[in-house]
């Protein structure tokens, strides 16, 4: 039976987001901004499963979250709590959901008015971390209401929107660039594995691959943060990658490169680095989004990395600004 869906990008990628959907599903489709951010897929046949396979597995770069439209209400006439939680128990069954609420543009939070009607009925709600998640989404003057499976819903963040601590300690904040795509796509990197960081200057990229186990070649001309310095498992690599790729003689297990060149040029760096990969290693890239097309220039990068890679994940993460953050294994 047709559903709504609704999805969710960044406020400059709408266009880039519907083209994407339309060329993985071709037929009619008709698409509803209802904000800067939101936007719904009116009454598709396209299963929210297979949109987001296809989200998953990068044919569809440019959105964020998804999930299914269940019910809709005008601000000035929300429904009673009894009303609600028979709306809501109609799509769910689990004893424990995630409610996530968030606002498209300014407005309050009707976080309180989904979990108590949940409550109503011995349904528990936490912010994060279940199998299924309730959204609340204020978009113009309604409240939106979606249902779906935290599997099919790309992040477990409101419309994918990832908020992550700004501690002493962060060096940079690209950083976030890269704990949001280790936690996004589930990442799990190798035990005591050996890292490269490419373009690695000031180091936050160094210091989350710190964090995760890796012994990390840091390669830049420019300095690291002095934090970084006293760490032994940190080789600060004082040159260009195409110089230290010339002299290593080390196999790594994960390639970074968050460096600042258009799509093709990163592309063709990582190619230089699958060399210096051990089989099945993995590669994380940034493709920058400069220029009046990035979809296309994403592509035209993806395609490149295909070459010695297999694509895991392509997705423009809430961190990314105008980047596609790719995922991807050495495959010969």
Request: proline residues 3%; contains cysteine.
């Amino acid at each position: 039976m047709p559903r709504s869906v609704l999805f969710s990008f960044a406020s400059d990628s709408y266009r880039y987001a519907v083209r994407e959907i339309r060329e993985a599903f071709p037929g009619e489709h008709r698409f509803e901004r209802l904000g800067a951010e939101v936007a719904r897929l009116a009454d598709t046949a396209v299963p929210v499963e297979e949109f987001a396979a296809a989200c998953d597995e990068g044919r569809i770069m440019f959105v964020r979250h998804l999930t299914r439209e269940v019910a809709g209400y005008p601000l000035d006439d929300l429904p009673t709590e009894s009303e609600l939680a028979t709306t809501l128990l109609e799509e769910i069954s689990a004893k424990s959901v995630a409610v996530q609420t968030w606002v498209d543009g300014t407005g309050g939070s009707y976080h309180h008015l989904i979990v108590d009607a949940l409550a109503s009925r011995g349904v528990t709600s936490t912010r994060s971390g279940q199998d299924v998640v309730v959204s609340g989404v204020v978009a113009g003057k309604q409240l939106l209401i979606g249902v779906n499976r935290l599997a099919d819903s790309l992040s477990d963040w409101p419309g994918g929107r990832m908020r992550l601590a700004r501690g002493d300690e962060r060096v940079s904040r690209s950083e976030f660039k890269l704990e949001e795509a280790i936690a996004t796509f589930g990442l799990e990197l190798p035990a005591g594995g050996k890292a490269v960081d490419l373009g690695a200057s000031p180091g936050g990229w160094t210091r989350i691959l710190r964090q995760h186990g890796q012994e990390v070649w840091s390669v830049d001309p420019g300095s690291l943060d002095p934090r970084l310095r006293g760490d032994r498992r940190i080789h600060h690599e004082a040159t260009t990658a195409g110089r230290f790729f010339a002299a290593n003689r080390v196999r790594f297990d994960v390639v970074v490169n968050d460096m600042r060149m258009d799509q093709l040029m990163s592309a063709r760096m990582m190619l230089d680095a699958a060399a210096q990969l051990r089989r099945g290693g993995l590669a994380i890239v940034t493709l920058k989004g400069g220029g009046k097309n990035p979809l296309d220039g994403a592509r035209r990068g993806i395609d490149v990395l295909r070459e010695r890679y297999d694509v895991l994940h392509a997705r423009q993460l809430h961190h990314n600004r105008n980047e596609i953050t790719v995922v991807a294994r050495k495959h010969d």
